[in-house]
């Protein structure tokens, strides 16, 4: 959905419906990140991370909300950077392969160029792709089904 979304300030016309839809990625975005604090092998660098990004990303929320234009660039800068630490801290337990890391941190690159330079926008939307993929391997990694348990040795006991 975040890669989709990418498209969305040339594909979609409405305003409204434009922050609808990133209304909607927001909230998938965020409900994915809580969802790792039930991880219970995830590092004091990955739950600091988790945080990181959440505050992030309310922080976007705030400024398409109250601040428009003030906070955006902090803000996802902070989401993104707490996401590119969340998925190296789950890399070291070989949750997630290293890819993630790599294209979280090339959108983190291609994302300021695109914030930065004028005229390159197309960097910006790349940004945004591979943000978008890079988060489906992390959420992927969150699956229950792939959570392995903290400690099978206590759980034989029961």
């Known amino acids: 959905m975040r890669a989709a979304a990418s498209f969305a300030p040339t594909a979609v016309t409405s305003t409204v419906a434009r922050e609808s839809l990133y209304f909607a990625v927001d909230i998938c975005l965020g409900a994915c990140l ?3 604090y039930l991880d219970p092998k995830l590092k004091r660098t990955g ?3 988790t945080t990181i990004a959440l505050i ?3 922080g976007v929320r705030l400024d ?3 601040w428009p234009g003030v906070v955006y ?3 996802a800068f902070a989401t ?3 996401t590119l630490t969340l998925s190296a801290s789950l890399g070291q337990t070989h949750a997630i392969g290293i890819w993630a890391p790599v294209f979280l941190a090339f959108s983190i690159v291609l994302g300021a160029i695109g914030t930065l330079v004028p005229g390159a926008s197309l960097a910006f939307v790349v940004s945004g792709v591979l943000f978008g993929t890079a988060f489906t391997g992390l959420a ?3 699956w229950p089904a792939n ?3 903290a400690d099978t040795a206590s759980q034989s006991q029961l």
């Open 47 to 49: 739950r600091l991370a």
């Open 147 to 149: 959570a392995a348990p």
């Open 80 to 82: 993104a950077v707490g």
């Open 56 to 58: 992030g990303l309310l």
């Open 140 to 142: 992927r990694a969150g």
């Open 73 to 75: 660039a902090g803000a």
């Open 64 to 66: 398409r909300a109250l």
């Open 34 to 36: 809580t969802s790792f």
